[in-house]
T-cell receptor, first 112, second 112 residues
Framework: DGGITQSPKYLFRKEGQNVTLSCEQNLNHDAMYWYRQDPGQGLRLIYYSQIVNDFQKGDIAEGYSVSREKKESFPLTVTSAQKNPTAFYLC???????????FGNGTRLTVT | QKEVEQDPGPLSVPEGAIVSLNCTYSNSAFQYFMWYRQYSRKGPELLMYTYSSGNKEDGRFTAQVDKSSKYISLFIRDSQPSDSATYLCAMYSGGGADGLTFGKGTHLIIQP
């Protein structure tokens, strides 16, 4: 089955630690995205990548970093510089052109 | 003024009713319009994808776009308890690879 796999589903970390969220897709999509979802705030774009070894900041990139070394993988690192890291993180991908986004099932990150 | 406005609800209707969900937007450049359904602790699932103005039907779901009024709707006929979820509208101007602009979502409850 083609799809987007995010792992782990739940992640717990202590304040001050960096943490990396995994996103893998087998849809052969060119573009990949990371969104953050908070209650009452909707989805906000963190980073996106159109092609391997290239990525752009979204609306709320501060405190986050990404890499795109392989077409199928787009990991997100939440650094200790992110002031409010506790959130639901969603990875998405899109085929070329103006096709819609397809989402993974998210990672719930809790930082205490 | 926010780019996309969507009533957060909750919207509670009895089983079998017709449901109407709506979004308004301010950016006249938007050309591609999507509706996603999101169950609790899951990623958004694409329901409908339309280009420009007009109607699109898929089973019990109908999407309407009125670009002149900057207004989009999703109708659900013969609503079922399994339709209880948060519905997100999303839109995009096209031609680039940046992300979608989302509404904050409407929480829908179908009462058995």
């Amino acid at each position: 089955d083609g799809g987007i796999t995010q792992s782990p589903k739940y992640l717990f970390r202590k304040e001050g630690q960096n943490v990396t969220l995994s996103c893998e897709q087998n849809l052969n999509h060119d573009a990949m995205y990371w969104y953050r979802q908070d209650p009452g705030q909707g989805l906000r774009l963190i980073y996106y990548s159109q092609i391997v070894n290239d990525f752009q900041k979204g609306d709320i990139a501060e405190g986050y970093s990404v890499s795109r070394e392989k077409k199928e993988s787009f990991p997100l690192t939440v650094t200790s510089a992110q002031k409010n890291p506790t959130a639901f993180y969603l990875c998405a991908s899109r085929d070329r052109g103006d096709s819609p986004l397809h989402f993974g099932n998210g990672t719930r990150l809790t930082v205490t | 003024q926010k780019e996309v406005e969507q009533d957060p609800g909750p919207l509670s209707v009895p089983e079998g009713a017709i449901v109407s969900l709506n979004c308004t937007y301010s950016n006249s450049a938007f050309q591609y319009f999507m509706w996603y359904r999101q169950y609790s602790r899951k990623g958004p699932e694409l329901l409908m994808y339309t280009y420009s103005s007009g109607n699109k039907e898929d089973g019990r779901f109908t999407a309407q776009v009125d670009k002149s009024s900057k207004y989009i709707s999703l109708f659900i006929r013969d609503s079922q308890p399994s339709d209880s979820a948060t519905y997100l509208c999303a839109m995009y101007s096209g031609g680039g690879a940046d992300g979608l602009t989302f509404g904050k979502g409407t929480h829908l409850i179908i009462q058995p």
